[in-house]
């Protein structure tokens, strides 16, 4: 069963820390672009970060710039999503997913493959 599993979503002060984890079964991520996407209540979802196939990254977000990065252990079959100087608007449920095409893209309807989401919570 192909599966994409998020985690290390949850409450955190602004300015703290979070790194968020994706971890694939069934197939193998190495040979897809994983991005991480958001939404928050009431807001159309949003592309935050991609890796490609090949490991390169792209980010959609501005706001999100200097602050996040995104990493890939192909070994562990996982990517991560790492948050830091975190704000209250980055308060959302963030979901990954798996893009066959190798490349990354910023439209959600281009992922063949989501996980079920984890939220994350700025307070302020």
């Known amino acids: 069963q192909l599966q994409l599993v998020e985690s290390g979503g949850g409450l955190v002060q602004t300015g703290g820390s979070l790194r968020l984890s994706c971890v694939a079964s069934?197939?193998?991520?190495?040979?897809?672009?994983i991005g991480w996407f958001r939404q928050a209540p009431g807001k159309e979802q949003q592309g935050v970060l991609c890796?490609?196939?090949?490991?390169?990254?792209?980010d959609y977000a501005d706001s999100i710039k200097g602050r996040f990065t995104i990493t890939r252990d192909i070994a562990k079959e996982t990517v991560y999503l790492q948050m830091n100087s975190l704000k209250p608007e980055d308060t959302a449920v963030y979901y990954c997913?798996?893009?066959?095409?190798?490349?990354?893209?910023?439209?959600?309807?281009?992922?063949?493959?989501w996980g079920q989401g984890t939220q994350v919570t700025v307070s302020s």
């Open positions: 069934g197939f193998s991520f190495s040979t897809y672009a």
């Open positions: 890796i490609s196939k090949w490991g390169g990254t792209t």
């Open positions: 997913a798996a893009r066959g095409g190798s490349y990354c893209s910023a439209r959600p309807d281009e992922y063949e493959l």
